[in-house]
């Protein structure tokens, strides 16, 4: 302890050893001491002396204290003293704190070099990362936090190896996600920095990372911490989150399918009241807009893009931006990154264009948003960033949408121009003619935004007029452009005068281009081929030659869509012009400075004007496209001759001709599909009608029928009632109808009581038969009995005795009915009896005839269902009848049968007793020959006594055992 203490500054005599004595003494001990607590104390000094000396820690350390985190397992102080010494030795963190001024300039990137160095050291052994996954693993806040630390720092130093280390380290990111489940923050904070380091730049830790559930927690932690007021801990998990969507389609794709995007839109509720927003709010509010563009983003597949774009229409988040966006006090950078973040939430998607178009300010009165936002990009005063972003809403709210391009340019024709209200086709002819160059070059790429690809609207563009001054006749828009372009030199503009001149031609190409009637309005002004002819010739400086290339553009395109309706200006003249003034390969070097400018790259790479100054504003992106598209055809169309020239407009008008005949089939076809969609939906409209009217149908039907049955019962009920009233008059008749009734059913009882004996007569006679029947087959089984055992034919005659018994059952059954319905005909003879003096006596008393009439009618009822009784008991009979005949021709088909069998039993057993005696002879006439052979023969009955012998031994020997 006296060395440690020395080591640890305490007082001691002598000389103070250096630290690397000191140093290589703490190593010894370490790799020497038995003593747990010795070994623990060593690498305390040695984590207290990283700092200082950090060279020679790493140097002689490292291994030992590796060997440590192996061996050590079971202390967590020590395992925790040796991932801070590593992590001390390993990070640059601390050394650039605790750089003073005076250092030396490269000592940060000494440290630099000497933190990866050692990281290398480190890695060189995958097995030492693949030990710190497991301490990560471990709950012990004094082991876990050191580790996740180190590993941060290991990713720092040297990313894309450690990278790969983890990912082919079993559940090797697994082990790291539950870092941010951790209940303590500190961990996972350091959790949430640790995954921003694995993420960077690899794709399949960052598909990992995301199937791990990341969203969810990383959204969680966001909303716990307050959204965009949380603090530090948000932004780090906002860094994280892009870090994961960022140019990895698929995670992108399982952040929309997880309804994430739904949870982003609590995020830009912000209140009336913005005044004082913190940096860190404003910070966080910054990341999150740029998280929405990243789902947005151009630079997408567009599928991807577009189905962002409709979730974040549907779920309000997009309403939510442009609430923000029309909201005040807002500051200044959030409202521009919201400008950007509406803007590509809009572009391509029509639905979202369509929103953002009937958005209006709160103003009083209220003013669309795309006229407020036009007014500042024509506003000088406006912040430059701010107005790129306007122009780059603008862009994206006109990209693939005919629809606003209409409207925008409607706002500059005659016919709807409002003078009571400022419109946005009034602010860019405003913005167009001012006297800011930088205003002019914004003016002039919306207004080519839009007429991008749209024939018709660069056309309508053509009717524009524009008064100058008082007295002077009004000028075309397209006159108007020419004539600034002409004068650009002499009206006195603040900022770049090449930047207007850049714009305005821009401008005129992309009106002039695939529209000849545009070109042929340019040429007939006499002025504007000489202009543009005497740019190009002459040998201008640097920021002039990107004004001549673009001049040789415009005349390229006058020249590629001329038709040759003017007479002067036809595609040949045009050219010879060009020889004769400017000369063909000068033209062609005139036209490559565009497209070899460097500004004309920057704007090439991305939608977006990204510019540093104003200054560098000369390209616009779609423009880029155009140039790239028209450089070649127009150089080729420079130097081919009339004949060519005639060819090439041949083959045009038949491809017009094509085309126009495959539209027109188009338009057939397409009308035809609407006839079609319409007829189809008429046949569901009439199936619909149909099965309506069916279901009417069958409820009138059933209606009609109900009405019927009443009308009937109704009927009965009258007939019944004037039966009633006419009952005196008609007793006599009916009691004599009654009458004929009760003597016809007395003599269809006499009938059943006939056929009812004959029956009786007809199963007797069966029973007699069967008896006999049943004495045969008793006797012929008898005989077989005795003769063979017939089983079969026993078991044939047990059944027909079963059969037998049923039908002695079912006859006493029906004989009980029998005496039944005698005694109910006893009973209707004797209300016949105490009917006649009934009847006798019926003009006495009406009442009691008609109470007779009342049983009378019941009393027929009554005969006549026991009428049908027995007309179905004669017909059980009758089957029973013939169930009973066919049984009997069985039983006398079985007799012949056992006679048969009988006769050829007989038959064989005289067989066998002849076989018997023949047998009986030859046995005896070989005993004969024995006997005179001089052979001992034993006769039969010896043979017999000694069989019987040998069976009584047999007995007694097993009555012994």
Known sequence: MNFLRGVMGGPSAGPQPSGADTIQKLCDRVASSTLLDDRRDAVRALKALSKKYRLEVGIQAMEHLVHVLQTDRSD????????????????????????????????????????????????????????????????????????????????????????????????????????????????????????????????AIQKIVAFENAFERLLDIVTEEGNSDGGIVVEDCLLLLQNLLK?????????????????????????????????????????????????????????????????????GLLQQLCTILMATGVPADILTETINTVSEVIRGCQMNQDYFASVNAPSNPPRPAIVVLLMSMVNERQPFVLRCAVLYCFQCFLYKNHKGQGEIVSTLLPSTID?????????????LFSTDSLSNWCAAVALAHALQENAALKEQLLRVQLATSIGNPPVSLLQQCTNILSQGDKIDRRGSKVQTRVGLL??????????????????????????????????????????????????????????NSLENYRKEKLKQLIEKRIGRENFVEKLGFISKHELYSRAAQKPQPGFSSPEHMMFDHEFTKLVKELEGVISKAIYKSSEEDKKEEEVKKTLEQHDNIVTHYKKVIREQD??????????????????????????????????????????????????????????????????????????????????????????????????????????MGTEQSSQLSSSGGMEHSAELQKELELLRTQIQLQAAEISKLQTENQKLQATNTAIDPALGASGAVASRSSEKEGRLLQELGELQSEVKALSEEKASLQQQLDSSSSTVAILQDEKSKLQQEVAEAKKEQDDLLVLLADQDQKLSALRSKLKDLGMPVEDEDDIESGDQADEDEDGDEEEQD
């Open 76 to 203: 967590s102080e020590i395992i925790g003293y040796a991932l801070d010494t590593l992590y001390n030795v390993i990070s640059n963190d601390l050394e650039e704190e605790e750089q003073d001024d005076s250092e030396e300039e490269n000592s940060p990137k000494q440290g630099d070099d000497l933190g990866s160095q050692f990281t290398e050291i480190f890695i060189k052994q995958p097995e030492n990362v693949t030990l710190l996954l497991t301490l990560v693993e471990e709950f012990d806040f004094h082991v876990r936090w050191p580790g996740v630390k180190l590993l941060t720092s290991l990713l720092k130093q040297q990313g894309p190896q450690v990278q790969q280390i983890i990912l082919v380290s079993p559940m090797g990111v697994s082990r790291l996600m539950d870092l941010l489940a951790d209940s303590r923050e500190v961990i996972r904070n350091d959790g949430v920095l640790l995954l921003q380091q694995l993420t960077k730049s690899n794709a």
């Open 419 to 431: 003078g009571s209200s400022v419109s946005a086709g009034q602010l860019l002819c405003g913005g």
């Open 506 to 563: 821009m401008l005129l190409c992309t009106w002039l281009s695939n529209c000849s009637i545009a070109v042929t309005h340019f040429l007939h002004n006499p002025a504007n081929v000489p202009f543009l002819t005497g740019q190009i010739a002459e040998n201008l400086g640097e920021e002039e030659q990107l004004v001549q290339g673009l001049c040789a553009l415009l005349l390229g395109i006058s020249i590629y869509y001329n038709d």
């Open 674 to 779: 609407q006839e079609l969609e319409e007829l189809k939906q008429q046949v569901s409209t009439l199936k619909s009608q149909n099965e309506q009217l069916q279901v009417t149908v069958t409820q009138q039907v059933s209606q009609i029928q109900q009405h019927k049955d009443q009308y009937n019962l109704l009927k009965v009920q009258l007939g019944k009632d004037t039966q009633h009233h006419n009952s005196h008059g008609d007793t006599l008749q009916m009691n004599g109808i009654q009458l004929e009734e009760v003597s016809k059913l007395r003599e269809e009882l006499e009938d059943w009581r006939n056929r009812h004996e004959q029956l009786q007569g007809q199963l007797k006679e069966k029973d007699a038969v069967i008896e006999n029947l049943k004495s045969l087959q008793v006797e």
């Open 247 to 315: 140019n990895n389609n698929s995670n992108q794709n399982f952040f929309k399918e997880g309804s994430y995007i739904q949870r982003m839109k609590p995020w830009f509720e912000v209140g009336d009241d913005n005044c004082g927003w913190s940096a860190q709010k404003v910070t966080n509010l910054h990341l999150m807009l740029q998280l929405v563009r990243v789902l947005v983003s151009p630079t997408n597949p567009p599928g991807a893009t577009t189905s962002c774009q409709k979730a974040m229409f549907h779920c």
